[in-house]
């Protein structure tokens, strides 16, 4: 890391890029005019008056009252806990208010929608979530032993705790042995006439009205034509790509004929 790097990750922790510089400028001297933060700072003395004022404001910094000003920082640890503490703070008051407005807009469009999510961990995560949802029954289906993940395991055996109907199915016995002792899941070994014979990577089918399918690409690159999953930018190097639906005329064709073909034995 460099100065420019610790300047870029300040600025991240919510500090302009004058207060970066005049708080990095400060770490260096261990106190100093603004006339003395301005040359190691490389930031204009007029601004260093006004950056040190925030910087203060935000208990990073003290001042000596004398002629001239001189500033001095606050133990490393002290500054620690107010960026990272206010950080924390306005990231849970953020993301309580995003909770309360919710689907408060919502589009009868929205349910119509197809949905794309590239790159593993985007798509784990849209599974864990739809699996969270289901009500009634809950396949999970994959001939891929990387994709059986703990975090996976666990949200299928707290579905099943529900009451749901949960059915953990492979045509490959080894998968199926990595879920053969998560309680409550029903494991189910596909005939091998009825595996689907394309690169399918896993498939989830939710109370007969929510599917997930994925499947491996060579380049990770998006289809044409279909919606983006919000939070699924920067992950083009992946090899996984997933569609999902639910509550629409599709899902529900889908999720009948995986289930029918599959023949899988919720009753």
């Not at 994925?214 to 279909?226: E, F, L, N, Y």
Request: aromatic share 6%; glycine share 6%.
């Amino acid at each position: 890391m460099n100065d420019h790097d610790a300047i870029e990750g300040l600025k991240r922790l919510g500090l302009t890029t004058y207060e970066a510089r005049v708080f990095l400028a400060l770490q260096k001297l261990g106190r100093g005019t603004a006339s003395e933060v301005s040359d190691v700072a490389d930031v204009p003395r007029s601004q260093v008056y006004g950056a040190a004022e925030r910087l203060e404001e935000r208990s990073l910094i003290e001042t000596r009252q004398s002629t001239p000003t001189v500033y001095r920082p606050v133990s490393l640890e002290q500054a620690r806990r107010q960026l990272l503490d206010r950080l924390a703070e306005t990231g849970a008051e953020t993301f309580d208010y995003l909770d309360g407005v919710q689907g408060t807009e919502e589009s009868d469009e929205r349910t119509e929608s197809i949905w794309m999510v590239h790159g593993n961990d985007s798509v784990t995560a849209r599974a864990v979530t739809l699996a969270e949802q289901a009500d009634s029954r809950l396949l999970y289906a994959t001939d891929d032993g990387s994709l059986v993940t703990d975090e996976l395991l666990e949200t299928l055996a707290g579905v099943a705790e529900r009451d749901v109907t949960v059915v953990f199915a492979s045509v490959d016995e080894s998968v199926l042995s990595q879920a053969a002792d998560v309680a409550g899941l029903l494991t189910f070994q596909v005939p091998p006439d009825r595996d689907i014979d394309v690169s399918i990577a896993r498939l989830l089918v939710a109370d007969g009205e929510t599917i997930l399918l994925s499947t491996h690409t060579a380049d990770g690159h998006m289809p044409s034509g279909a919606d983006s999953e919000p939070g699924a930018a920067g992950a083009s190097a992946s090899r996984e790509v997933a569609f999902w639906t639910s509550e629409t005329a599709f899902a529900a064709v889908l999720a009948g004929l995986a289930e029918s073909w599959l023949d899988v034995p919720f009753d």
